[in-house]
Every structure is written in structure tokens, then in C-alpha cells.
């Protein structure tokens, strides 16, 4: 007859660490609240993590292991899991001997984290135990700051490992089923789409390698590694992923565009899909798409006073240009949505031409462009002038006939709203005199163009005066330390921004108006440089400057403004040598 498991409160009382008072609350706690009467213990002050974890090796029978003990650090070897699994489930490796491996864990009662990493490894797992904390400790020592992930970060592996190890046949490589709302694969789908939208994601990426699939989120403009997950459930995943999206699953030679669209804590979320051929499979991105994303307000874009008052000034203007550049990811979409926002009222008529619509708005006649049915920018902005608009919005100038039909628009008495390709403002001005539209209908039609970039907002949490900040970055930014003493701010990282030290975007711009002498300037041809002169002249504040202004009122770190700028612009004077040199 076997042996009955001595309790885990008996222990503690036995050595004399815990009251049976202390216990007795702390099993009415446990069951209240759910937790395990370890963690109640712990949490009460009862008794530390290492005595409560030395209970739980005596109660199951395991060795305890001190992680801070003399010589018992360097008997762990990293080397023989992958790291992201030592990271994940915060487990150690000691030897490996006969296919059997020596695994530092915390918790003895977690036996389905045993079977998953059994399977993994392909090998017999022999538990030991130590704390959480040492474990925790341990490993940030050891492989440095934990990425950026979810509070919750090994949910996604885990839950899949658990239920498809016990239906999938070890032995042979089968697809999992991907109907039905109880398969695996259907809710692991679901639950990544729900989570990234939680931890505030813009894109999904789902990428295939020879033995695994990558999956990573782009928060705050930066793609953070969320997972590995097995090369078994390749076809099944991106099948899935297909299938929701409403796009053929047997196609896998061309490129597919598609649309899913779920709910998440009670709001619908659109997701925009695209899976393109690549050497071990199919890479799909989903683009998360929020509707309330364009409609926080133009204060809330980034906007500094000054410039605020002069993009509202512009955008109610009743006839000209006005475009917003910048490279993808922006935030140009965004910045003349919410322009249109504050125009969409029932006295105005906005029709749109874009590829894709990313937003429907209540209001506003959007027009899809649909080349394979020969719907495209020019034959919707021609139809769009015979519908009598007051405001027009051309998702991109592309080539010299749309942007001789924006043209024509803007100077029969239409306010025209649209984005280019380029790094700054006055390269706008360029950028069409080289698809060939003439000089003197860039000066007549023009009325502003606004540079953006989106910058990663410091953590109010967390964020840090920084005493000694690094001062390459405040020479490529151009500030001097005597600037920068007692107004700069560092990130640090906290639970509240997943570690990174930053939450939230904004923008930063460079908002340039076209008055006399840059007309005079546009109409004669005159080099990029002039131009920029001229606008600088004129009262421009470029994006380096915009971003020290940021800078200066603790809303991001030099070290984001350099990064994100590039510095696109001519590198500010340097105001010391030491700067010069580290500028140079």
C-alpha cells in the first residue's frame, strides 16, 4: 500500500517554522482565494519562498536545490535546452546523462510542464527544487534582462503543448485538426490575436524557419519575439490563419491578401492579412487595425502648440494640397484620419480613395481600389470630382497621374488631403517635379506638407532622471549637457511596460508652409538644400528639433530620438570637442 504524502502545513509546524494557528488561516485563505497554500504562506510572511520550497522537496520527495549556495551555480549548464524554454518556464538544467535530464524547477505539482518539456527534449526529466525567486534570479544573471513579453508569456506554448501532446501521435508528424471550436489549433489562434491586441500590438508575424515558427509582435514600433513554436504545427497554423482570413489554404505559390475580423473584450478588431511564399513555408503578417487608434484627438498625436495651431488652420482651408510623409509605419494614415475626423460634418462632403480601406468611417464615401477590375486611383479620383466633394483623401501619390488629378482637384476648389514617400517635407516638393508634374502647379497647389516620424513615449511609471545621459546621443540630437542637467529622463522598465521602459507612440514633426519665397523657390526648380533653408527660415522646426522639444519635456530619451531620426538632417553643431568627436 502506498505511502500517504505528508502535508505540506504539517511539515512547516514539524520544523518548528509555522503555527498550526498560522496554518489553519492560511488553508481558509488558500481556499478563498484559490491560490496554493504555499503561495498563501509565503504572501502572509509565515515563511520565506526557500523554506516553503524546502517543504515542498521533503513532502514530494525531491532534492532541494540552493541556487546561492557555493559551487552550485556553475553545476548548471545552459547549453543543453534552448533558452527561450529555461526563459519561458523558468526551469535550470544540470547534466544530462543516459537521455536523462537533471531539471531545476519550482514547482513539483506542475506535472503537465514536465510531460510537455519531456516531449520538447525528447528526453526522461529528473526534477529538482528551488525557489522561484533564486530560479528568477539565476537566470537574469545569467542571460541578462528578460525580454519583452506578457505577464502571462508561456500561456501560448504551454496550452497548446498540453492538449495536442496528448492527441498527436508522437511518433509521426500529422496535421492537427482545424475545424471546430474545441481544436487546438483554433484556440491557440484565437488566443494569440486576442493577446497581442491586449498588449497593445500593431502587427502579428508568423514565420517559418527549417525547424520551428517564429511568432513576434510589433509594440511601440519594435518587434519583440513572442514564442517558438513547434515546425509540426506549421500547415495547421497558417491553414487556420488562411482560412479566417477567407483566402484559398490550397495556394501556397503566390502572394494572398485577406481580413479577419473578431471580438475582443466586446469590441470588433480587424486584423488585415497578408501571407507571401518564402523558403520554408508561407510568412504571414496580420495587421491589427483599431478603429479608436484614429480617433484619439489631434492633441493626443504629438502635436506641440504651435504646430497644432497651424495644422488646424491648414486642414480648413477650402482648396489645396496637403500631404503628410514619411516611410510606412508612420503614423501618416492616422494623422489625416483624424484630420478627416474633425472635418466629418454634415455640411461637407469626404470621399476617399485608398488601397486598403484600414477604417471605416460613419460619414465618409470610401472607395476601395481594385486594379483587377480596373478600379484604380485615377478612374476613382476622376469619378470622385463629377460627385461635387468639398474634401478629397488619395491613400498615396504614387505616379504622375494621380498626382496631376490631385493636382487639377486642388485648383478647381477642393482641399485635398494625401501622402508621399519621402524622408522630410521639402523633399515633397522634389519628389514631384521627378514624376514630371510641372514646377508652376507644385507652387500654385500646395499649401503645406508635414513630415511625421512615431517615437516610443517613456514609461510614467518607471522613467528616470538622467544624470549622466550618453553624450553622443545628446550631440546628435543638439543639446549640451548644461541643457540637459535635471530635464532628461532615461527608460527603466516596469511591469506596467512589459520591462521595455516605454508605453505609448507619438509624433514628431516637421510642418512646413508654403509662403512666397518657397513658391518663388518651387517654381524655378531650385535644389533640395535651398528649399530646406528657405523653410527653416520661415519658421520650420525640423523633426530633430521637434524630438528635442519632446526631449526636454520628459516625454522620450535621446537614445529614441537619434534612433528614430536617423538624423536625417544635417548633424546639429556639436557645442564641445569632446561632442565634435563623438559626432564625427
Same mark, same amino acid.
Given at each position: 500500500?502506498?505511502?500517504?504524502?505528508?502535508?505540506?502545513?504539517?511539515?512547516?509546524?514539524?520544523?518548528?517554522?509555522?503555527?498550526?494557528?498560522?496554518?489553519?488561516?492560511?488553508?481558509?485563505?488558500?481556499?478563498?482565494?484559490?491560490?496554493?497554500?504555499?503561495?498563501?504562506?509565503?504572501?502572509?510572511?509565515?515563511?520565506?519562498?526557500?523554506?516553503?520550497?524546502?517543504?515542498?522537496?521533503?513532502?514530494?520527495?525531491?532534492?532541494?536545490?540552493?541556487?546561492?549556495?557555493?559551487?552550485?551555480?556553475?553545476?548548471?549548464?545552459?547549453?543543453?535546452?534552448?533558452?527561450?524554454?529555461?526563459?519561458?518556464?523558468?526551469?535550470?538544467?544540470?547534466?544530462?546523462?543516459?537521455?536523462?535530464?537533471?531539471?531545476?524547477?519550482?514547482?513539483?505539482?506542475?506535472?503537465?510542464?514536465?510531460?510537455?518539456?519531456?516531449?520538447?527534449?525528447?528526453?526522461?526529466?529528473?526534477?529538482?527544487?528551488?525557489?522561484?525567486?533564486?530560479?528568477?534570479?539565476?537566470?537574469?544573471?545569467?542571460?541578462?534582462?528578460?525580454?519583452?513579453?506578457?505577464?502571462?508569456?508561456?500561456?501560448?506554448?504551454?496550452?497548446?503543448?498540453?492538449?495536442?501532446?496528448?492527441?498527436?501521435?508522437?511518433?509521426?508528424?500529422?496535421?492537427?485538426?482545424?475545424?471546430?471550436?474545441?481544436?487546438?489549433?483554433?484556440?491557440?489562434?484565437?488566443?494569440?490575436?486576442?493577446?497581442?491586441?491586449?498588449?497593445?500590438?500593431?502587427?502579428?508575424? /508568423?514565420?517559418?524557419?527549417?525547424?520551428?515558427?517564429?511568432?513576434?509582435? *510589433?509594440? %511601440?514600433? +519594435?518587434? &519583440?519575439?513572442?514564442? @517558438? $513554436?513547434?515546425?509540426?504545427?506549421?500547415?495547421?497554423?497558417?491553414?487556420?490563419?488562411?482560412?479566417?482570413?477567407?483566402?484559398?489554404?490550397?495556394?501556397?505559390?503566390?502572394?494572398?491578401?485577406?481580413?479577419?475580423?473578431?471580438?475582443?473584450?466586446?469590441?470588433?478588431?480587424?486584423?488585415?492579412?497578408?501571407?507571401?511564399? /518564402?523558403?520554408?513555408?508561407?510568412?504571414?503578417?496580420?495587421?491589427?487595425? *483599431?478603429? %479608436?487608434? +484614429?480617433? &484619439?484627438?489631434?492633441? @493626443? $498625436?504629438?502635436?506641440?502648440?504651435?504646430?497644432?495651431?497651424?495644422?488646424?488652420?491648414?486642414?480648413?482651408?477650402?482648396?489645396?494640397?496637403?500631404?503628410?510623409?514619411?516611410?510606412?509605419?508612420?503614423?501618416?494614415?492616422?494623422?489625416?484620419?483624424?484630420?478627416?475626423?474633425?472635418?466629418?460634418?454634415?455640411?461637407?462632403?469626404?470621399?476617399?480613395?485608398?488601397?486598403?480601406?484600414?477604417?471605416?468611417?460613419?460619414?465618409?464615401?470610401?472607395?476601395?481600389?481594385?486594379?483587377?477590375?480596373?478600379?484604380?486611383?485615377?478612374?476613382?479620383?476622376?469619378?470622385?470630382?463629377?460627385?461635387?466633394?468639398?474634401?478629397?483623401?488619395?491613400?498615396?501619390?504614387?505616379?504622375?497621374?494621380?498626382?496631376?488629378?490631385?493636382?487639377?482637384?486642388?485648383?478647381?476648389?477642393?482641399?485635398?488631403?494625401?501622402?508621399?514617400?519621402?524622408?522630410?517635407?521639402?523633399?515633397?516638393?522634389?519628389?514631384?517635379?521627378?514624376?514630371?508634374?510641372?514646377?508652376?502647379?507644385?507652387?500654385?497647389?500646395?499649401?503645406?506638407?508635414?513630415?511625421?516620424?512615431?517615437?516610443?513615449?517613456?514609461?510614467?511609471?518607471?522613467?528616470?532622471?538622467?544624470?549622466?545621459?550618453?553624450?553622443?546621443?545628446?550631440?546628435?540630437?543638439?543639446?549640451?549637457?548644461?541643457?540637459?542637467?535635471?530635464?532628461?529622463?532615461?527608460?527603466?522598465?516596469?511591469?506596467?511596460?512589459?520591462?521595455?521602459?516605454?508605453?505609448?507612440?507619438?509624433?514628431?514633426?516637421?510642418?512646413?508652409?508654403?509662403?512666397?519665397?518657397?513658391?518663388?523657390?518651387?517654381?524655378?526648380?531650385?535644389?533640395?538644400?535651398?528649399?530646406?533653408?528657405?523653410?527653416?527660415?520661415?519658421?520650420?522646426?525640423?523633426?530633430?528639433?521637434?524630438?528635442?522639444?519632446?526631449?526636454?519635456?520628459?516625454?522620450?530619451?535621446?537614445?529614441?530620438?537619434?534612433?528614430?531620426?536617423?538624423?536625417?538632417e544635417e548633424t546639429p553643431q556639436a557645442t564641445t570637442e569632446e561632442e565634435k568627436q563623438l559626432a564625427g
Amino acid at each position: 500500500m502506498a505511502r500517504s504524502r505528508k502535508k505540506l502545513g504539517d511539515i512547516l509546524i514539524g520544523w518548528g517554522v509555522c503555527t498550526a494557528e498560522q496554518i489553519d488561516k492560511a488553508t481558509q485563505d488558500a481556499k478563498s482565494t484559490g491560490k496554493r497554500l504555499g503561495d498563501v504562506i509565503a504572501e502572509a510572511g509565515y515563511a520565506n519562498q526557500e523554506q516553503v520550497t524546502k517543504a515542498l522537496a521533503n513532502q514530494f520527495g525531491l532534492e532541494y536545490v540552493d541556487l546561492n549556495a557555493d559551487g552550485i551555480g556553475d553545476q548548471v549548464d545552459m547549453s543543453l535546452i534552448p533558452q527561450d524554454l529555461i526563459k519561458k518556464h523558468l526551469v535550470l538544467p544540470l547534466t544530462k546523462t543516459n537521455g536523462r535530464l537533471q531539471l531545476v524547477m519550482h514547482d513539483p505539482m506542475d506535472i503537465e510542464l514536465q510531460d510537455m518539456l519531456r516531449f520538447r527534449l525528447n528526453m526522461e526529466v529528473d526534477p529538482k527544487l528551488a525557489s522561484r525567486t533564486q530560479i528568477q534570479q539565476f537566470i537574469e544573471t545569467k542571460l541578462g534582462q528578460p525580454r519583452m513579453v506578457a505577464p502571462e508569456e508561456s500561456l501560448v506554448t504551454e496550452s497548446i503543448d498540453r492538449t495536442i501532446d496528448r492527441s498527436v501521435d508522437r511518433s509521426v508528424d500529422k496535421s492537427i485538426d482545424v475545424a471546430g471550436d474545441d481544436a487546438p489549433i483554433v484556440k491557440l489562434v484565437n488566443r494569440i490575436l486576442t493577446e497581442a491586441v491586449k498588449m497593445r500590438a500593431s502587427d502579428i508575424h /508568423v514565420e517559418p524557419f527549417a525547424d520551428r515558427i517564429r511568432l513576434r509582435y *510589433r509594440i %511601440d514600433g +519594435v518587434c &519583440i519575439e513572442r514564442d @517558438n $513554436l513547434p515546425k509540426r504545427m506549421q500547415n495547421s497554423l497558417l491553414s487556420r490563419l488562411k482560412l479566417m482570413s477567407g483566402v484559398n489554404i490550397a495556394e501556397k505559390r503566390v502572394p494572398q491578401d485577406g481580413r479577419i475580423k473578431i471580438p475582443v473584450d466586446e469590441d470588433q478588431v480587424d486584423f488585415r492579412v497578408s501571407a507571401c511564399p /518564402v523558403y520554408h513555408g508561407e510568412s504571414v503578417v496580420l495587421r491589427i487595425l *483599431r478603429p %479608436d487608434s +484614429v480617433r &484619439i484627438g489631434l492633441v @493626443n $498625436l504629438g502635436f506641440e502648440e504651435d504646430n497644432l495651431e497651424i495644422f488646424n488652420r491648414i486642414i480648413r482651408r477650402p482648396n489645396g494640397i496637403f500631404l503628410v510623409t514619411g516611410p510606412t509605419g508612420s503614423g501618416k494614415t492616422t494623422t489625416l484620419y483624424s484630420a478627416l475626423d474633425v472635418l466629418n460634418q454634415p455640411n461637407r462632403k469626404i470621399i476617399t480613395a485608398e488601397d486598403p480601406i484600414e477604417y471605416n468611417f460613419e460619414g465618409i464615401n470610401q472607395c476601395q481600389v481594385n486594379d483587377r477590375i480596373g478600379l484604380t486611383f485615377p478612374v476613382i479620383l476622376r469619378t470622385m470630382l463629377r460627385q461635387a466633394p468639398n474634401v478629397i483623401l488619395v491613400g498615396e501619390i504614387r505616379d504622375y497621374e494621380v498626382a496631376e488629378i490631385a493636382i487639377q482637384a486642388a485648383l478647381t476648389g477642393h482641399l485635398v488631403f494625401s501622402t508621399l514617400h519621402t524622408n522630410d517635407a521639402p523633399s515633397a516638393i522634389t519628389r514631384l517635379v521627378d514624376m514630371g508634374v510641372k514646377p508652376f502647379l507644385v507652387a500654385s497647389s500646395i499649401q503645406a506638407i508635414m513630415a511625421q516620424r512615431l517615437i516610443r513615449v517613456l514609461c510614467k511609471e518607471c522613467k528616470a532622471l538622467d544624470d549622466n545621459p550618453d553624450p553622443k546621443h545628446l550631440a546628435l540630437v543638439g543639446l549640451t549637457h548644461d541643457d540637459a542637467a535635471g530635464k532628461v529622463y532615461k527608460p527603466v522598465g516596469c511591469a506596467v511596460c512589459n520591462n521595455s521602459g516605454y508605453k505609448g507612440r507619438q509624433g514628431i514633426f516637421e510642418l512646413m508652409q508654403l509662403n512666397s519665397q518657397i513658391r518663388e523657390m518651387a517654381f524655378k526648380s531650385a535644389p533640395l538644400t535651398q528649399l530646406r533653408k528657405a523653410a527653416l527660415d520661415g519658421g520650420m522646426r525640423s523633426l530633430v528639433e521637434d524630438g528635442k522639444v519632446k526631449i526636454l519635456k520628459g516625454t522620450t530619451s535621446p537614445a529614441e530620438i537619434a534612433r528614430v531620426t536617423q538624423v536625417a538632417e544635417e548633424t546639429p553643431q556639436a557645442t564641445t570637442e569632446e561632442e565634435k568627436q563623438l559626432a564625427g
